[in-house]
Nanobody, 127 residues
C-alpha cells in the first residue's frame, strides 16, 4: 500500500522554526519527484517546494526562498522541509506529494502532476 505520512507541524510563534517530515511507504521517495504544498483557509493549494530525483534540483516559491529548505534522506525514505523565520502567512495545512513521471515532465507547482498525496499536517504561526 502506497502511503505518504507528514509530521512535524504545530503552533509556532512568528520568527520560529519547524521541520516537516514526509515518510514514504510502499514507494521509494528517492526515485520520485517530491513536492510540498500548502493550503491556507479560504485559499487554493499552492506549491511551496520541490526536490527532484537527483536531489540536486530543488525549487521554492518566491515567498519562502531563503527561509525554507527541502532535503531528503534516502536511507530513511523521508523528505524534509525545514522552515525558518516563519510568518503568519505561512499558516496552513502542509501536504507532501509524489510524482512518478520523469522529472523533466513535472511542472513542480502543478498539483495535477503528482500521483500520491499525504493527509497533511497543520502549521499555525501566531503569537
Amino acid at each position: 500500500q502506497v502511503q505518504l505520512v507528514e509530521s512535524g507541524g504545530g503552533l509556532v510563534q512568528p520568527g520560529g522554526s519547524l521541520r516537516l517530515s514526509c515518510a514514504g511507504s510502499g514507494l521509494t521517495l528517492g526515485d520520485l519527484v517530491i513536492g510540498w504544498f500548502r493550503q491556507a483557509p479560504g485559499k487554493e493549494r499552492e506549491g511551496v517546494s520541490c526536490i527532484k530525483r537527483s536531489g540536486f534540483s530543488t525549487y521554492y516559491a518566491d515567498s519562502v526562498k531563503g527561509r525554507f529548505t527541502i532535503s531528503r534522506d534516502n536511507a530513511k525514505n523521508t523528505v524534509y522541509l525545514r522552515m525558518t523565520d516563519l510568518k503568519p502567512e505561512d499558516t496552513g495545512v502542509y501536504y507532501c506529494a509524489a510524482a512518478g513521471r520523469p522529472p523533466n515532465t513535472v511542472l513542480w507547482k502543478n498539483e495535477f502532476d503528482y500521483d500520491y498525496w499525504g493527509q497533511g499536517t497543520q502549521v499555525t504561526v501566531s503569537s
